[in-house]
């Protein structure tokens, strides 16, 4: 990677296969370029059990609230929500990652 000072005296960081074409990138851009595909990857098991998931996955709302009175599209909801929760926290933790890396704030400190 090429480091350049552009006009506002801000660093500016040139990936190697943008250097030709001139397009800086700040250091925070530069490395959310590299993490991005990471973070992708990182969601891929929760989109799959999300994906795949059925009455097995949490049976205590979908076998504990019809015996309780419920409907079975009552319990439906409850587990298509919880599921959802699930997943958007997921998702959340990956972007807070991303974004705290990407600033360095998870960089290891020097001894």
Same mark, same amino acid.
């Given at each position: 990677?090429?480091?350049?000072?552009?006009?506002?005296?801000?660093?500016?960081?040139?990936?190697?296969?943008?250097?030709?074409?001139?397009?800086?990138?700040?250091?925070?851009?530069?490395?959310?370029?590299?993490?991005?595909?990471?973070?992708?990857?990182? /969601? *891929?098991?929760? @989109?799959?059990?999300?994906?795949?998931?059925?009455? #097995? $996955?949490?049976?205590? &709302?979908?076998? !504990?609230?019809?015996?309780?009175?419920?409907?079975?599209?009552?319990?439906?909801?409850?587990?298509?929500?919880? /599921? *959802?929760?699930? @997943?958007?926290?997921?998702?959340?933790?990956?972007? #807070? $990652?991303?974004?705290? &890396?990407?600033? !360095?704030?998870?960089?290891?400190?020097?001894?």
């Amino acid at each position: 990677m090429i480091s350049a000072r552009g006009n506002t005296g801000r660093t500016h960081i040139i990936p190697p296969g943008c250097a030709p074409c001139g397009v800086p990138f700040l250091p925070r851009d530069a490395a959310l370029e590299i993490r991005r595909p990471a973070a992708a990857g990182a /969601l *891929v098991p929760a @989109l799959d059990q999300t994906r795949t998931v059925g009455p #097995v $996955t949490l049976p205590g &709302a979908f076998v !504990g609230m019809p015996l309780g009175g419920a409907s079975p599209i009552q319990a439906g909801l409850v587990q298509f929500v919880v /599921l *959802v929760a699930l @997943l958007a926290a997921e998702a959340v933790a990956v972007l #807070v $990652t991303v974004e705290l &890396a990407a600033r !360095g704030r998870l960089a290891p400190q020097p001894r």
